[in-house]
């Protein structure tokens, strides 16, 4: 079975704070994909990666950068945390020919 | 840009009974992949259900079938047999075969079971 799991499933962190949210899959996937998803809006694409070191910018990406320095792994940084950002973050890698397996999502609180 | 829009942010139905979940799109293109997706609470996001749209016939996956209706760029969830552990949020989504391999979500339909 394809596994994403990703480093935390709650968070909460205070404004201006630089946050790290890490995933890692285990199939030796190219492709993988950072969403955050609210009430009402579903999943919203704010970085993919298609091999290590490269990147794409979603539909959101304002606020936020990816790192992919191993295959494996892919994080999504928020520089400096605002309000705003309080979402469920959910991270998915990309199996062939057209499943997207995705993580357990991690809760972000800003306060 | 493709849109996905479930119209329906919540349904009820009786445990054992039918229910359909709807969900339209907006493309221009004419080769691409739909989804349904399944999220239960608190457990991660699963694939229920996909379907090509170079073909005709509607995909099945035992008690969940679509109605893929391509020139109404409609794509229905039919759940058949309703059980309690089908409560869940559920997602239609996108893939465009031209645009790399993102996804397009809908807002979503939360499903609620009842005994």
């Known amino acids: 079975d394809v596994k994403v799991t990703q480093s935390s499933r709650y968070l909460v962190k205070r404004t201006g704070e630089k946050v790290f949210l890490e995933c890692v899959q285990d199939?030796?996937?190219?492709?993988m994909f950072w969403y955050r998803q609210d009430p009402g809006l579903g999943l919203r694409l704010i970085y993919f990666?298609?091999?290590?070191?490269?990147?794409e910018k979603g539909d959101i990406p304002e606020g936020y950068s990816v790192s992919r320095e191993k295959k494996e792994r892919f994080s999504l940084i928020l520089e400096s945390a605002s309000t705003n950002q309080t979402s469920m973050y959910l991270c998915?890698?990309?199996?062939?020919?057209?499943?997207?397996?995705f993580g357990p999502g991690t809760r972000l609180t800003v306060t | 840009a493709q849109t996905v829009t479930q119209s329906q942010p919540e349904m009820s139905v009786q445990e054992a009974e039918t229910v359909t979940l709807s969900c339209t799109y907006d493309?221009?293109?004419?080769?691409?992949?739909l989804f349904w997706y399944k999220q239960p609470p608190s457990r991660q996001m699963i694939l229920v259900i996909r379907?090509?749209?170079?073909?005709?016939q509607n995909a099945t996956e035992n008690r969940f079938s679509v109605n893929f209706q391509k020139a109404a760029k409609s794509f229905s969830l039919k759940i058949s047999d309703s059980q309690l552990g089908d409560a869940a949020m559920y997602f239609c989504?996108?893939?465009?075969?031209?645009?790399?391999?993102?996804?397009?979500f809908g807002g979503g339909t939360r499903l609620m079971v009842k005994p």
């Open positions: 493309t221009s293109e004419s080769d691409y992949y």
């Open positions: 989504a996108y893939r465009s075969l031209n645009a790399g391999n993102m996804l397009t």
């Open positions: 998915a890698s990309l199996g062939q020919p057209y499943e997207q397996y």
């Open positions: 379907q090509e749209a170079y073909k005709q």
């Open positions: 199939m030796d996937h190219e492709n």
């Open positions: 990666s298609y091999d290590v070191k490269m990147k």
